[in-house]
């Protein structure tokens, strides 16, 4: 008898615990000397090297707190091999901006899985296999974009989309937000190429935009560094007074800075998240459960409101 009611004791907590579901763990808190590996996808863009003093700064406020930084230089690989490096060195903590989606989900799953805390900021990568992603809403600010320009043009008019790298998330959602944005009008997009985020393309594309059409109404970039190229292939064919430019990041010394200029009509803010970044690593190094995905606000700043501060989306 006491052995039947020993095994059914034993059964009803062997079902217990399998019907119970199994709650997130919180971090084991770290102090003492702590380092966080940080890759950047590239530094040929003044966002992204806005983004590495944003972590500079904010790290900096910590006691001992030390940021390795690396530049993958545009090259995935290179960025795989950085956080296999990071791994390997045992860091307290790794953020990554990715270059691309796909070929840095792996290696953001092996770190993950090891226990090593990733925060992936600004472009996504494939799943969830990560600690925390920290980035705007870049379909969104696409749609928002979008709905300006309708607005702006009345409607109608015709529009050069030069799109950044479109194997990136960001490059993805600026794109497809802007069209919804745009949907049900007569804008006209007559040329969009892949301008890879970088101003030397966008300027060398827009060059060859002008030679096909002599009506433009509006280009739109989906970064700053893009927008001031076409401004500048647009003046030097002596069209810039026709052509209404308009772009994302919002930067005090770039985006806001071509506003106030009169260069671009406006600039949608993306923030950079460094700061964002090396809170949400304190707060696991404190042993608390980050969100799994935090969103930042953005604001656009145009002629009218720059002096303002902008205005949210």
């Known amino acids: 008898m006491k052995t039947k009611v ?3 004791i034993a059964l009803s907590l062997v079902i217990f615990a399998c019907g119970k579901k199994e709650s997130a763990k919180a971090p084991v808190k770290k102090s003492g000397p702590l380092t966080i590996g940080m890759s950047q996808c590239n530094l040929g863009e003044p966002w992204r090297v806005q983004m590495n003093e944003d972590i500079k700064q904010a790290a900096a406020k910590q006691k001992e707190l030390k940021v390795v930084f690396k530049d993958a ?21 790794i953020i990554v901006s990715p270059k691309e989606a796909a070929p840095l989900t792996p290696v953001v799953k092996t770190a993950f ?3 090593i805390p ?11 296999k990560y600690t925390c992603f920290i980035g705007a809403d870049n379909k969104k600010i696409g749609k928002a974009v979008g709905e300006w320009i ?8 015709k529009v050069v989309e030069l799109k950044g790298l479109m194997t990136s998330t960001p490059g993805q959602d600026r794109h497809s937000g802007f069209r919804s ?35 433009i109404n509006l280009v739109y970039a989906h970064n700053d560094p893009g ?18 430019f308009v772009g994302i990041d919002g930067l005090p010394q770039e985006g806001q800075m071509y506003v ?9 803010e993306y923030p950079t998240g460094g700061k964002e970044a090396v809170d949400t690593a304190m707060e696991i190094f404190n042993g608390q459960i980050p969100e799994k995905e935090i969103t930042l606000r953005s604001r656009v700043f145009t002629t009218k409101n720059i002096d303002r501060g902008g205005v949210l989306l």
């Open 181 to 215: 944005g745009i949907e049900g009008s007569d804008v006209e997009i007559i040329f969009d190429v892949d301008m890879k985020w970088l101003e030397p393309a966008a300027r060398k594309e827009m060059e060859s935009a002008l030679a096909r059409f002599k009506d």
């Open 118 to 128: 990733i925060i992936v900021l600004d472009r996504r990568v494939n799943g969830d």
């Open 113 to 115: 899985e090891k226990g």
């Open 260 to 268: 106030k200029q009169g260069i671009l009509a406006a600039s949608f």
């Open 6 to 8: 020993f095994l059914l």
């Open 73 to 93: 230089q545009n090259d995935s690989l290179k960025q795989v091999a950085q956080i296999e490096e990071f791994i390997s060195a045992g860091v307290d903590a």
């Open 150 to 157: 309708t607005q702006k043009l009345k409607g109608k008019g």
């Open 227 to 244: 927008a001031h190229g076409a401004y500048l292939a647009a003046k030097a064919a002596g069209r810039e007074k026709d052509i209404l």
